[in-house]
């Protein structure tokens, strides 16, 4: 069973509970007290209570972001997702141009996605399918530029197309390489290629 809370700490566990749930996030302390009446240095000892007794998890420097803990020591749910954009299309047949503009935001489960900055893009094409990847799905990607052998990366080639393939570097040449019988291998020259991420993920279409 959960450490028992007084009627002033079930109070703020409450407030912030409806603060997020209609927010998406904790409010500051100077808000908090205006809500609730108290002084700052109530709320903060509130806070401190609550992150002892398992309810909450503060990060950051000045603790503004405020995680409520399920009975496993979780973030809840209301508070797991993230929001990520879906920026351009990639091709995972022949590279198509790579649009800058964002086509929408994709919700991510934050357990499960917990790297800086993810962006998706769509695929088009079946040359990664045995790898997994299929026309129309979302891959979720990680910032990098930089890769290891074998890894599956957002590419972009000559500077303006963009692929997604299993990269190798050998001695002469950067070597992109599909997941798919039907497709052959890239090569191409070391200024050619330039990786834009990391593949972490998928989305599956449900078109």
Known sequence: MPP??????????????RRIQRNGGAPSLRQAAGDLGVSHAA???GLRILEEKGYLRREGRYSRSIYLLNPRGEAAGLQR???VPVVGRITAGLPIYAQQEWEGSLVLDADVFRGRDLFA???RGDSMRDAGILDGDLAVCEPRQYAADGEIVVALIDGEEATVKHFFRHPGHIELRPANSAYM???????????QGKVVGLQRSVA
């Open 121 to 123: 893009l769509r695929v």
């Open 43 to 45: 709320v903060a000892q």
């Open 81 to 83: 997702w993230r929001e």
């Open 185 to 195: 291998p890239m090569r191409y020259g070391f200024s050619q290629v330039l990786v």
């Open 4 to 17: 028992v809370l007084s009627p002033k700490q079930k109070r703020l566990l409450d407030y912030l509970r």
